[in-house]
Structure formats: C-alpha cells, structure tokens
C-alpha cells in the first residue's frame, strides 16, 4: 500500500513539475520574443491583454476605435489610483505607429509598459512618476498599415504601401489644419476612422502633455508642422505662443538621446542643431495631429523621428530601447512644469470650462468638469488669472514657476448680477480652434440610417454626458424608435423658468436635409459648450429637444437624389403624417385614425412646457407659419392666427439669417412660389388639413414654424455641407428666441406655485398657462400690452407691461391672492348672500323651489309673474316670466326662454338659473342700468321643475315624459320664443340645432352660441382644465332640441357647465360664478336684431303677413296683434321678403349694427283685383307658383289651351294600346302557367325584408318623436 501511495506522489509531483516548466517556459519565450521582434497585431493584442490581467491592480486596456480593416486601437493606461484619476493628477499620452512602417516607436512603447510596471514599487523615479501620472500609451494608431509593411526596409514601399492606412490614406495629413482656408484644403472630407477616433480621444479627454513617435530621421520636431505661404514648403518657422516652452520640451527628449542630440545623423538629411527643428522649418505638414492637439485641445503635443530608417531590423531593438528610455521618461517628466489648480465659484463649486490666461501668452487652457487645469510653463515669473461666462474675472496673480515641481494656483470666481451678465454675451465668434463650419472635431458630412442615426446620438451622450440625454417618445409603425436628443446643463429635468425648446426633422422621410442638420447642431452644440459665449448661453438657459426623425420608416424607403419625389414621404401605413393631426376645422381621412408617430408627439406636446418649435422640411425654400387651414367653405388664401405679429417677427428671424431664404426666389421646379421676405402664411401657400404646427398653437403653449430648407428634398450628399452653412446661423437664431416677450412666476401669496394659471393678453384671442412649477412663459412682439392672470379660487391680476425688442425678454411675476366669494358676490351679484353662502351650497327641494319663486314674485312684481303647470306626468313645471314693466305690451320685445332642467338628473341648470332669477329681480329692484336694458328690451322666461333629483332617478334616461314634450312643443307656439337657452351638466361645451339646418341659419345659431362662450373662461380654457370630463354628447338629447326648433321654429343652445349632471353642492357657487357673465352676454341678445312692423295704407297692421329673411330656412308669421316681425341676428347685411296674400311684396336690405336693433315700419299696397282678407299659410311658395302659371301663356309655340288637349289625346291613344297588349298576352299564356307554378310555398323575402325595415323606420321615428 505505501508502495502504491509513493507512485502516485510521484506521479503527481512529476505532472505539476511539467506544468511548472510549461509556465516558465511560455514566460521564457514571451520574453525573448519581447526582446528580438516586433509583435504583430495579434501578438500585441495578446501581449496587452495579459499586462492588464498580470496588472490589474493598475493597468486598463481600451479600445478608441476601430481601424478601416476593423483592428481596435488599443492604448493602455497606467493609473495607480484605486479607481478614478485622483484630483489635479495631470493625463499624459505617447502616440507612436502613426505611418504603418514607421515601427520603432510601435515596439518602444511595448517595452516602456514593461518597464514601468517593473519597476513599479521598486524604482523611487518610476514609482514617484506613475503615482504623480495617468500614463496612456498607444502602441498603434494604423495596425492596418503596420501589417502591410516589411521589416527591413528603411523607405516605404511603393505607393507608400504601409505608411498609409488601408484606404491609402496619410492620417499625419488627414487632421482639420488651422490654414486649410489658404490652401483651400477641402475641409469637407471624409476622415479616416483612424483619425476621428484620435480626434475624439483627444478633444474629450484633458491631456496635458503627448509625444507621437516616428521614424525616418533622428528629431525632435514641434509645433507648427504648417504655416501660411502658398508658394514655399520649408524653411519658414511658424511658432506657437508657446515656443519656449516646446523648444524646452524638445530639448529635454533630445539631450537624453546621445544620436539625436549630436543634429545630423543620418544621410541625406539637414542638419538640425541640438536635434531639434521646428516642424515647419524642416517641411510643412498640412493636417498634422500635433498641430491638432495644441489648437483643438489643451494638449501640447512633441513629435520625435526616432530612427533613420523606418523599420530596422528587430535585432536593433535593444540598442533603440536603450538610446530612447532615458528621453521617454524625462519628457513624461515634464507634464508637471508649470501651474495647475482648480476653479471654483463662491459656493465652493467646481466651473467647467474656465479660461486660464497668462499674460503675454496668447493661448489658453480651459478647467474640467471637476475644475482643475493644467498650464504647460517654462521655469520664470507669470501673471494669471481666470475667467468663465457669467462670472467676473479674477485679479491676476503672480506666480513663480520652478523647474523640477508644479506651482499650485487657484481661484474663486464670483458670478456677475444679471444685468451685467446680459451685456456681456457676445456673438457667435468661432474659437480659433474651430473648424470652417464650427467643429473641433471635423464631421463627416453624409446621410445616416437608423442604425447610423443611433449610433451618432448615443456616441454623443457617452462624449458629453452632463449635458446630453437620449430618450424615445414612442415607435413607429415599423419598431423603430423616435428618438430624442435634449441638450441642456440639466438634460434630464425641466429647470424652473427655463424653457422648453424643439426642433422637429424628417416628417417627410424623404425630406431628409432637416435630419442631418439637427444631428449637426447636436454636435455643433456639444463641441462648442463652455468654448463659445453664446453657445454656452443658449445651452444653460434652455432645455434643447431635437429629434432627427419623427418618420424613420419612411426615411428607410427614400433614396438620396429624390428631388421631388413622394417615395418614403408617408408613414409605412401610408400615412401623411402631417396631415394626421386633429385639425381646427374638421376631420379629414387623412387625420381619423391618428398614426403611432402622430400619436406619440401628440403626447410628447403635452408633457413639456413646451415654448418655441420648428418643423424641419425639404422641397421650398421658406419659413411658413400658422394658420396652414382654413375654415370649410373658403378657398386658399391667408388665414392668420392670433399671434400673426410673433409669427411673423419669428419667421423673419430665421429667414434674415439665411444666407439666400430671405431673397424670396422661388424654387426652379414652381418659379410661380416666390415669398417676399422668404416666409410665407401657410394657408396663402397651399392648405393643409391635419398639420402639425397649427395643433401645437391651438392645443399647448407652443408656437411653432415649419422651414423649407431646401428646394431639393433629398439632394446629394456632397450637398449637406453646403445645407449646414447656411441653416446653422438661422437655427442658432430661432432658438433664442424662446425667452422673447414675457416670462416668469405665478405664485399664491404664500409662495406656492400655481399650475395652469391663465395668461391673457387684451386684443389677442389666444391664451397660455403656467406649467406646474408656476412658470409661464408669452412670447410677445414688441409693444405695450395688459396681461391678465385668472386661476381658480385666486383674485384676477392683470398688469401693463412693455416688451422690448431683444429675444432676452423680460421677467414678470405674478403673486395672486385667494379670492373671497363674498367680495365677488357684492362687486358682481348685488350681494346676494343666497347665491354664495355656504349655507346655500345645497339642491333645492320641491317646495323651497316654489317658495323661492313666490318669493321673488313679492320682492318686485313690477317685473315677475308666475305660472305653474301640473298636469305632465306629475312634473311640476314652474314659469317665471322677468321683463320691465310687467303686464305692459311685449309683442316688440325679444322672448328668451331658459330651461332648467328638462332631464331631471340635470339639476345642476335648475340651481344656476335659479340664482341667474335672482340676479335679475334684484338688479331690477336696485334699478341696475345694465339690467334694466336687458329686461326693457327682452322678456325672459325661466322654466324650472319642481320634481327633486335624488340618488333614485340620478341616472334614469327621462324620455317617457312624452306628454311633457309635447307641452313644451306647445307653449313654445304660443308664446313665441325667439330663442333658447338649456343649462346643462354632462360636459363643457356648447351645442345646438345643426340636423336639417342650412349652413346659413347654423350660423345665425353659432352666433348664439358664442355669445355664451366669449364670456366663459371655463369653456375657452377647457383645454388647460384639470378637470377633464369623460362626457359622450347623447345625441338623443340633442334631437329634442332638434324636434322643438323643427316644430315650434325655436332654436336652442345648450350650453354644459359641468362635468357631473348633479355636481356636489359645494360646487355650485363655483359653476355660478363661472357662468354668471355668460347668461348675462347671453340675454343681451336681445340688445341686437331686426323689428319690424307690417302695416297697409291706412297703417292697420296685416296680421297675416309673412317675413322670410335669407340666412333663415323658415318663414316666420307677424304677431298677432299689432303685426310685428323680429329677429335675433349678429351684425351684418341681410335680405328681407315681405308678402301677404293680396298684397304686393317688398324686398329690404337691413344692415344690424353691433348692439342696435334695426327697427322698420313696412308699408304693403293691395294688389287690383285682390282680396286682402284672404290668408294663406303657404303664401310665400303658392305665390310664386302662381307667377310662374301667368308667365307661362305659351308652350312650344303654340297657345298652352292647345298644348294641354294634343297631350290628352296623345295619351289617350298609347293607353289603348297598353290595354290591347295585355289582352293578348294573357290569352298567350294562360295554357302555360302551370309550368311555372313552384312546388314550395311562395316566400317573398324582399316584402319581409321591407316589411322589417319599415317597423324599423317607424321605432325610429317614434324614437325621435318621444324621446327627442
């Protein structure tokens, strides 16, 4: 047994020796590959990654990019902080493999990780240096090139294989130069992924110090690597501002290396003193990426030539390594001379994007996001100091830079009071580190699909995280999201009193330029803040929405080159979708089903305070702003909102900043579309029903334009940088104008905020609201106006204001009081303390109604009378007739019934107009003027019923009352009403007759109608509501009042005051304080019209005589007594006929001015031969029936006597011989009808069919008629 244990010890031992020796033996031949060859791609990969896993602890691997043959470019960071960058610890970089065949470099940072993290811990300069640094070093910038090229070969290869990337291309050319415009460069180019990897690395992180590693002589070479002359390529220097400090660099690496010190080493090359040159001095570099670091970043950037000849044999490695180690550490070194330090705000709080400025150096470095700089300085004496936006600038200070050690300075920077800020933001003036269109990091002008699309808008959320968030709002028919880009410095809330902006593109998915444009300003936006004043401003004071894509489908089926096409225009369920919208006069087929896309933006509208938008298109070339429709019935032509002066101030401001829209030249396709200006009412261009821009006006407190950028909706590619040159000033421009006009806070005196407040400006009929925080915001042209700011349950405030032309606006605030009923009822209610007292706040019963109404009989029977009715399925229905001078002649006075409570689950009408009774009796007993006006003019009859709602009948359906319609039919007869009015619950709108009516007569009932609603805040604000009401119009309600105007000729306005038909009664003082005003404008109907009195000769009135006016369907009959006609009618011209039986008719032409009744005495002459005293009741068509017969005396020719007997005879002849047929037939067939005779019993289907059909028709109408 010992035996067997010992082997298998052995067995073990010598199975884990072998292990041990494989282990040692892979290390062993990784060493010695380390030290005698270049490592390929995949042996470097593998190489890197087994240094960050050995390293862990302070080693990371990365990728920036991907090369054209899709190879990572790898670069690791030494960091020996537990996780991120300790504060203030500067980022250092070398670069190397720049040119594929240029490969020392490539293998001298493999060497340099190796000895770092060696020597790490053990070395006190090493340990001192990484502690103190965050190390990057990128092995490879063109692995691509570097797998084509070839060892040994000291030039390039032909075609400079290997130097360039795998497109050919020299990336140490490819970067944007500061003198492309003089050498008229195309800074419009597709960049090299290689090289927008490197720009994006460089320009997001705050590297101080860089040193790129070349081949191909033996130099240190700074910056400039260009300069601006045209007809020479060398021997001129072109220095930075800080050329001492790069001439110190430079020398620092070269002193280090005994070759490159000695300045000529290698044949055939100028000689460089001190191993030094200027870049320029040796040969200009147009696009070089040191050039790149110092202009675009705050990185100062060295190239070394390390070896003359570009890829050395591997067996030089060593001696390489050796003559370069001691210059590679030094010059990583020098990343701590100089300054550093934070900047910070009065708070204590870190300023991102503050300038550091050292007297007579004309470059600056800018703060992180945590506050802290690094200022690159030779040893000496300096004076710096620090500025920011919106602060003052420090004093300068005087610092002492020494050689070996950073001197530390700091600053606190004290923000500027408002005013003095907004004098001190400046114009778009582009940083000298930004490109020809604005770009630090030049972009790649082509069109991008969805994948592209999202790929660009997530790329911008990971490089500017603090301002940027990426949202969806929904999906399109085909999946796809429609993403959102906000860009703010608080992206992902909405600030308090900041506003809310967007720009909409790509609705048309073949207008596609709008889509390109907003991810261009996304990232002219993200690259510019904190480097640009105005950019900075506009970001930190507005909350920036831009989605690219609301039709991404459709984007998908277009193809570029679609000049005025129609593929890919609609949704993929071919839909317009900006026709798809609810629309203000109507529904269309295009907007009946609302589209997913229409349906999230909708939603989108909604849920932000939204203030300015634009709507990007494609296929014109011109700003056009609501209204896009018009009303049915009228033709193309202009239709101007309410804000017409804002809109058009707004349209000139993007057309203006147009290079060639505000020109006004029309498109080569339509040379008949010229706009003046370039902006355009878009119902005077053509009509739009459904659109986008007309629905946020009407329905949010968004004001938005739709541009046409271009006449070619999907033009070339090659086009777009043309597009964004001249969109970018406009869009910059529109976009600040959000804050033009008024805006603040509406708060309750105890500092509350109040959500949904009111805004109103005298003379415009359009209202906005408060958001939730009480902010508002009215974009206002320049002028003086009243503001008026209601809320429920607060006291009205209302304001002169005056706006200045700036788009800065001004600040109002508004802090509103609570409201007493008691004062609103002695200003406005002849302090009726039944109408407002709490006490009063309940539903009247049976008998306290009548008492109620006794009682106001008593209080003043100069202008009451009542009736009671009892006899209509036990409903009680009591009559108060109001009218000044009760019992005195009323046939020239107007009739104005009000209805209560027709359906007794309505009590909420019986409540209101019992008080609305009250109101008049008591303005007529205190001899109100206004009510003395109304009640001399117009007798009022208030209907009530006495039946009590309770929770029994709450929801029974009242249309069994049969016999109470039929009543009311009947006193409507009699008594001639001119007009009616039903106080409702079941919703907040207004309706009336429209079944049968002519267009012309639902006019004259609209008017009606709006003289409720003009008064009615609650009706007009229904929209900014909380409370909304889930009412479905029951139409068979409606068909009562349909049925009464089409038998008794009354018309009736229902006007719903409430969402609940029986509200609680706390409510009611509410409901009668909201709609006091509106009965009021209401009754005074009777304050305009026609009166007219037909008499004869002897001016004895003809009491049969008719009038027909022709906005009217129906012919209406004098009174009785005295003969008189009248009519409720808006101001304007109308057409009267008035005829009676054996008199001659006259035609007038009446002209109603606003609020005077037109009062006419007709006179009609009796036709010869006529009796006056004949009536008939359809005189108007009998008469002209009987004109036609007298004119008619001839017949083709021949006397009408003549014509009729030929006929009779004629006819005469064709029914005998009809007669004749038959018999003959009958007699044919007789013998065969047996043949035809069915074995089944007949059923005749049709007959059932009709039979069913009719009893149907006839439940119908029985339907109408009762229940109506």
């Not at 073990?12 to 892979?26: A, E, G, M, P």
């Not at 509106?1078 to 109907?1085: C, E, G, Q, T």
């Not at 038959?1222 to 089944?1240: A, L, P, T, W």
Request: with cysteine.
């Amino acid at each position: 047994m010992k035996r067997w244990c010992l082997f298998f010890q052995t067995i073990i031992f010598l199975v884990v020796l072998h292990n041990t020796r494989s282990i040692f033996s892979k290390e062993d031949e990784r060493k010695k590959l380390f030290k005698e060859s270049y490592f390929n791609y995949e042996q470097l990969t593998d190489y890197l990654h087994y240094m960050s896993e050995k390293y862990s602890n302070i080693i990371k691997l990365h990728s920036v990019g991907k090369s054209v043959q899709n190879r990572n470019l790898w670069v690791v960071e030494i960091n020996t902080d537990a996780e991120n960058r300790s504060l203030l610890k500067p980022m250092f970089k070398y670069v190397a493999n720049m040119h594929g065949d240029e490969a020392v470099g490539r293998q001298l940072l493999v060497f340099l990780l190796d000895y770092l993290v060696e020597n790490y811990g053990k070395d006190s300069r090493i340990t001192k240096l990484m502690n103190e640094t965050n190390i990057f070093l990128m092995p490879s910038v063109n692995p691509d090139g570097f797998e084509n090229s070839q060892e040994g070969n000291c030039d390039s290869l032909p075609g400079f294989v290997g130097r360039t990337n795998a497109n050919g291309i020299d990336l140490n050319r490819d970067f944007p130069d500061q003198f492309d415009y003089i050498f008229k460069r195309p800074s419009i180019r597709k960049y090299q992924p290689e090289t927008l990897a490197m720009m994006k690395w460089i320009v997001q992180n705050p590297f101080v110090l860089s040193g790129n590693l070349h081949g191909g002589a033996v130099v240190a070479s700074y910056p400039f690597d260009n300069a601006p002359y045209t007809n020479i390529s060398c021997c001129q220097k072109s220095l930075t501002a800080d050329n001492q400090w790069f001439l110190f660099a430079a020398k620092e690496y070269a002193r280090h290396n005994s070759v490159m010190s000695k300045g000529a080493y290698c044949s055939g090359v100028k000689r460089f003193p001190e191993g030094i040159t200027n870049g320029a001095y040796w040969y200009f570099v147009s696009g070089g990426m040191q050039d790149f670091n110092y202009i675009r970043s705050n990185c100062f950037e060295v190239t070394f030539e390390l070896t003359c000849c570009k890829f050395p044999l591997s067996t030089e490695l060593i001696n390489e390594w050796n003559l370069n180690k001691e210059s590679l550490i030094s010059f990583m070194e020098l990343v701590h001379n100089g300054i550093k330090g934070v900047v910070l705000d009065e708070d204590q709080k870190p300023i991102e994007g503050a300038r550091i400025i050292v007297k007579n150096l004309n470059h600056t470095v800018v703060s992180t996001g945590r506050g802290e700089f690094w200022r690159l300085l030779v040893p000496g004496k300096y004076e710096v100091a620090a500025d920011a936006r919106g602060y003052r600038p420090s004093d300068p200070k005087v610092v002492n830079v020494e050689s070996d050690k950073p001197t530390i300075v700091n600053f606190t920077l004290y923000r500027k009071p408002d005013d003095e800020l907004s004098h001190s933001i400046k114009k778009v003036v582009h940083p000298s580190s930004a490109d020809l269109f604005g770009f630090l990091i030049p972009p790649v002008f082509e069109y991008h699909n969805y994948e592209a699309l999202e790929y660009e808008l997530k790329l911008l959320c990971k490089m500017y995280p603090k301002i940027t968030y990426l949202y969806s709002i929904g999906q399109s028919v085909e999946g796809r999201e429609l993403y959102v880009l906000t860009i703010s410095d608080q992206p992902r809330i909405h600030e308090p009193g900041e506003p809310e902006f967007k720009y909409i593109a790509n609705m048309h998915g073949n207008e596609a330029v709008g889509r390109e444009l907003l991810i261009l300003l996304a990232k002219y936006l993200c690259e510019n803040y904190l480097k640009d004043e105005r950019i900075t401003r506009i970001v930190n004071n507005t909350r920036i929405h831009l989605m690219p894509s609301m039709n991404p489908d459709g984007f998908e089926r277009a193809h570029e080159g679609d000049e005025d096409g129609l593929i890919g225009r609609r949704n993929a369920n071919n839909y317009d979708l900006n026709r798809n919208f609810p629309d203000q006069y109507g529904t269309t087929k295009e907007n009946e089903k609302t589209q997913p896309e229409t349906a999230a933006v909708i939603k989108w509208i909604h849920s932000l305070p939204f203030v300015l938008s634009a709507n990007l298109h494609g296929g014109g070339l011109v700003s056009n702003y609501p209204f896009d429709d018009v009303p049915k019935g009228k033709r193309k032509g202009p239709n101007f909102s309410p804000d017409n002066d804002v809109f058009q101030l707004l349209a000139r401001v993007y057309s203006n900043s147009h290079p060639t829209m505000h020109l006004g030249k029309a498109c080569p396709r339509y040379p008949k579309e010229a706009f003046k200006g370039g902006i355009t009412n878009g119902a005077n261009w053509y009509l739009v029903k459904g659109g986008m821009q007309d629905y946020n006006y009407i329905h949010s407190n968004c004001f938005e334009l739709t541009i046409e950028v271009g006449c070619f909706k999907y033009p070339n590619h090659t086009e777009l940088s043309k597009f964004w040159i001249q969109n970018r000033a406009p869009l910059i421009a529109f976009m600040e104008q959000v804050n033009r006009g008024v805006h603040g806070f509406i708060r309750s005196s105890e500092g509350n905020p109040i959500h949904k407040a009111i805004l109103t400006i005298s003379g415009i009929s359009h209202k906005t609201t408060s958001a939730k925080d009480g902010d508002y915001w009215r974009l206002l042209a320049p002028g003086t106006y009243n503001i008026t700011v209601t809320a429920p349950g607060y006291e009205k405030l209302t304001e002169t204001i005056s706006i200045p032309d700036t788009n800065t606006g001004i600040s109002v605030n508004f802090t509103m009081v609570r409201d007493d009923p008691k004062e609103w009822s002695y200003a406005e209610d002849f302090d009726i303390s039944q109408n407002v007292s709490p006490l009063q706040e309940k539903y009247l019963k049976p008998e306290d109604l009548f008492r109620e109404l006794q009682f106001l009989e008593l209080l003043d029977s100069s202008c009451t009378e009542l009736f009671s009715y009892n006899k209509m399925d036990n409903k009680i229905l009591h009559h108060l007739k109001i009218t000044h001078e009760i019992g005195s002649p009323e046939e020239e006075k107007f009739h104005i019934v009000l209805l209560g409570d027709l359906y007794t689950s309505e009590s909420v009408g019986r409540e209101i107009l019992i008080r609305f009774a009250r109101h008049l009796v008591y303005g007529h007993k205190s001899k109100d003027t206004e009510t003395i006006e109304i009640l001399q003019k117009s007798v009022l009859h208030i209907l009530l019923s006495e039946k009590e709602c309770n929770d029994e009948n709450h929801n029974l359906m009242e249309y069994s009352h049969l016999e109470y319609i039929q009543f009311l039919k009947s006193l409507f007869e009699i008594k001639n009403f001119d007009v009616g009015l039903s106080v409702r619950g079941g919703g907040f709108y207004l309706n009336f007759p429209t079944l049968g009516v002519k267009e012309s007569t639902q006019k004259i009932f609209q008017s009606y109608s709006l003289r409720f609603y003009e008064k009615n805040d609650r009706l007009q604000n229904i929209d900014y509501d909380d409370e909304k009401c889930s009412h479905v119009s029951n139409s068979k309600k409606k068909n009562v009042f349909e049925v009464l105007y089409r038998e008794s000729g009354v018309p009736f306005v229902s006007a719903h005051v409430s969402c609940c038909m029986q509200p609680l009664p706390l409510k009611l003082t509410n409901i009668w304080r909201e709609n006091l005003k509106s009965l009021i404008n209401f009754v005074k109907v009777g304050n305009q019209g026609i009166i007219i009195q037909v008499v004869d000769e002897k001016m004895d009135p003809i009491r049969h005589a008719q009038i027909h006016v022709d906005v009217f369907e129906k012919i209406k009959n004098v009174t009785f007594n005295f003969a008189f006609f009248k009519a409720l009618v808006p101001p304007g011209k109308y057409f009267i006929e008035v005829f009676a039986q054996g008199y001659e008719r006259k035609t007038l032409s009446v002209k109603v001015e606003e609020n005077v009744i037109f009062r006419s005495v007709v006179t009609l002459y009796l036709n010869k031969g006529k009796n006056p005293d004949g009536k008939q009741d359809n005189f108007y068509n009998s008469n002209n029936l009987y004109k036609n017969q007298e004119g008619d005396s001839q017949i083709w020719g021949m006397p009408r006597i003549a014509f009729i007997m030929l006929i009779s005879w004629l006819t005469f002849l064709l029914f005998c011989l009809i007669i004749g047929t038959i018999v003959f037939c009958e007699k044919h067939f007789k013998r065969h009808r047996s043949e035809f005779r069915s074995s089944m019993p007949y059923y005749d289907e049709d007959y059932d069919n009709e039979t069913e059909n009719s009893s149907e028709e006839e439940d119908i109408l029985f339907d109408v008629n009762v229940n109506s």
